[in-house]
């Protein structure tokens, strides 16, 4: 029988995070039937054969496990695009290894999900390890008065709620369900047929950006994304990363995939406001701790790359 909910997850050496989310949907599974589809970008650890092992297969009785080994990282997009075309299940949650789903979570969505005919994707409150807040609903897309405002301060002039309201990221307490612009890539539950209208991931993005891109693509196409904050998923954000990359080499693979989703996603001149105004503002930050002695090096590494873009936009015609 078809299972009405796929759970995808994609993994590169997995480890302890892995066993940990495989855990958390053994002791709060979905009541609607599910499976869970993994692939695995060719990981060097016991990820593998520890999904292949009696001790999955005991921790969740009766549910199929699909694993996709692809014998080279294909990246964060490929890899979930693999998932959904093999799954054929109604409703798709794309979840991170570094993610624990609590108590009716995933019913809690799957709820929200169903509620209008309009929805097309939903994304739950996101805790860090601690179980604090992590702010997981941004402006998408960015414009530059919101980079401006946002990079030298000046929100601290505007009233709380407003500043909630316009800025949404850290300055929203994250406590009511509402229509948002982007929802973060590490827990989206998403309706197959929007899906199927709007395509999967954008596979040009490596790893970093596929989620405001598809987001936004998400509702330029008129579908809505929900954020349900009565649904809790803790994400151990940024382990994975942090095997591959120094701090500043994964700032600098942020900042070229921003680039893409500039490229891709907006207009010439609306991605040359929002370049001008980086570069004014990380020019104003690496000054300013330059002045108080503190190290400039990331607000440097950001000016350099963003002027680097801006000429090479500025140059193309």
Known sequence: MRAELSIIIVNWNGGKLLRSC???????????????VVVDNASSDDSVAWLRSAEVAALLPGIKIHVIENAENAGFSKANNQAIAYSDASMLLLLNPDTEVTSGAIDTMVACLHSDERIGA?????????????????????????????????????????????????????????DVPMLCGAAILAKRKMVDEVGGLDERFHM?????????????????LIF???????????QFSLQRWSNLDKLRVQMNAGFQYNRYSLSRSHSIANLLATCFVSFFQKSWYRLR?????????????????????LSER
């Open 22 to 36: 495989f855990r958390s949907i053994a002791q709060a599974p979905p009541s609607v039937s599910f499976d869970i």
């Open 122 to 178: 939903c994304g739950p409150r996101l805790l860090n390890t601690d179980g604090s807040l992590q702010p997981s609903v941004w402006r998408n897309p960015p414009t530059a008065w919101e980079i401006v405002i946002s990079g030298i301060g000046v929100w601290r002039l505007i009233p709380r709620r407003l500043r909630a309201n316009l800025l949404l990221g850290g300055h929203w307490d994250h406590a009511r369900r509402r």
């Open 208 to 224: 970093y950006g596929e989620d405001y891109e598809w987001c936004l693509r998400i509702t330029r196409a008129g579908w809505q």
């Open 228 to 238: 349900e904050p009565a649904a809790s998923v803790t994400h151990h954000g940024g």
């Open 293 to 313: 002695g503190r190290p400039a090096e990331a607000a440097q590494i950001i000016f350099d790359l963003h002027l680097a873009d801006l000429k090479r936009t």
